[in-house]
Nanobody, 115 residues
Framework: QVQLVESGGGLVQPGGSLRLSCVASGFTFSMYAMNWYRQAPGKERELVATCSPGGNTNYADSVKGRFTISRDNLKSTVYLQMNSLKPEDTAVYYC?????????WGQGTQVTVSS
């Protein structure tokens, strides 16, 4: 059974940092792209960052230069390092993968940026 489990969210002050983790199981992690999405209250879910199987990365313009996605294939884990956090980064963050046309989402982890 394919499963994604996120962790690392929490409450942080503006300008602070958090590192999110997403542990994958049930499939050959190293073969698939991994994505981080986020959904703020009242807004649509949006793509934040993507990491290809080979480690190539892409970012939404709103997080470029502040967020870094990375992966550890030995641990079947994808990370999202978030620096210089802003109140507008407040959202539930989800990891996602798509295999053979089937999309799997994690349960999400809440990130709140507030003073």
């Amino acid at each position: 059974q394919v499963q994604l489990v996120e962790s690392g969210g929490g409450l942080v002050q503006p300008g602070g940092s958090l590192r999110l983790s997403c542990v994958a199981s049930g499939f050959t992690f190293s073969m698939y792209a991994m994505n981080w999405y986020r959904q703020a209250p009242g807004k649509e879910r949006e793509l934040v960052a993507t990491c290809s199987p080979g480690g190539n990365t892409n970012y939404a313009d709103s997080v470029k230069g502040r967020f870094t996605i990375s992966r550890d294939n030995l641990k079947s884990t994808v990370y999202l390092q978030m620096n210089s956090l802003k109140p507008e980064d407040t959202a539930v963050y989800y990891c996602k993968t798509t295999r053979w046309g089937i999309t799997t989402w994690g349960q999400g982890t809440q990130v709140t940026v507030s003073s």
